[in-house]
């Protein structure tokens, strides 16, 4: 099959990104994405993936950071319909995987609901690549059954609406996208609600990329140990026991490691 095959024209496929690595892209988004006409990428999409796309293609940059949108979803929607009932090879490139706070079902019902053609192709996500770089697990074994994905993510002068009580249970892990600005009201109620302070956290600043920090410590200091990464730098937090650092873990080159 050709690249440019793998897309109809005036369809849209719905493309993960990976963390960031290009390396990290599955076999299938990097031909979609040397297939399309038209990219429409987030700002956490970075160069070296885009320059996979073919000479011609349009990039389209559709990102939010911290806050600072520079296109409301509406807007997203609207772009990515005009360009499919244009016939273009249309792909929607986003950060890590498009299902996991990715806002994908808005935009596949807006499409869907004018007869656009949809596909998804998944992604490495943000905490898989976060535990891979710590040396950590996301499960273990007797320790933590279970792994909830939240994020921290709120409008303006809102506080997090989460269920801190089944949060807080120690036989789990909690990965927290979109997470440093909120760290310290995090941390807190986490230990009101009964999880205990000293449980491991693994901080991950810039996963996957040539910057990338990793930060080790206790829920406990959580506030502290976010309180040197800029609001550029995406940030994904890890808390439970299995994140906690083994001992290649605590070697690895670039850590940042404090007493757990």
């Not at 440019?4 to 496929?13: D, F, R, T």
């Not at 710590?134 to 921290?152: D, E, I, K, P």
């Not at 000293?198 to 990793?214: F, M, Q, Y």
Request: charged share 20%.
């Amino acid at each position: 099959m050709q690249p440019n095959e793998m897309i109809a024209p005036g369809s849209v496929w719905l493309v993960g990104a990976g963390p960031g690595d290009p390396d990290l892209l599955t076999r299938k988004a990097e031909k979609l994405i040397a297939a399309a006409e038209i990219i429409f990428h987030d700002a956490l999409v970075g160069p070296g993936i885009l320059d996979l796309a073919a000479p011609g293609t349009e990039l389209v940059s559709v990102g939010k950071r911290s806050g600072r949108h520079s296109k409301a979803q509406d807007t997203i929607n609207d772009l990515l319909l005009a360009a499919a009932l244009g016939g273009k090879r249309v792909v929607r490139l986003k950060g890590g995987d498009p299902s996991i706070f990715g806002r994908s079902t808005e935009e596949l019902d807006h499409l869907a609901a004018q007869g656009i053609a949809v596909h998804i192709c998944p992604g490495i996500t943000a905490a898989s690549a976060a535990a891979a770089s710590g040396l950590a697990s996301l499960t273990l074994r007797g320790l933590a059954r279970r792994l909830t994905f939240v994020t921290a993510h709120a409008r303006a002068g809102e506080a997090i609406d989460l269920d801190w009580a089944a949060l807080a249970t120690s036989d789990s892990t909690l990965a927290v996208y979109m997470g440093r600005a909120a760290a310290p009201e995090i941390a807190r109620k986490l230990i009101a609600a009964g999880r205990a302070a000293d449980t491991p956290v693994l901080i991950a600043v810039n996963v996957s990329l040539p910057g990338e920090r990793l930060i080790r410590g206790r829920l406990s200091a959580l506030s502290f140990l976010t309180q040197a990464i800029s609001d550029d730098d995406p940030t994904l937090l890890l808390i439970g026991e299995a994140t906690r650092a083994t001992a290649m873990g605590k070697a690895r080159e670039g850590a940042v490691v404090l007493p757990a």
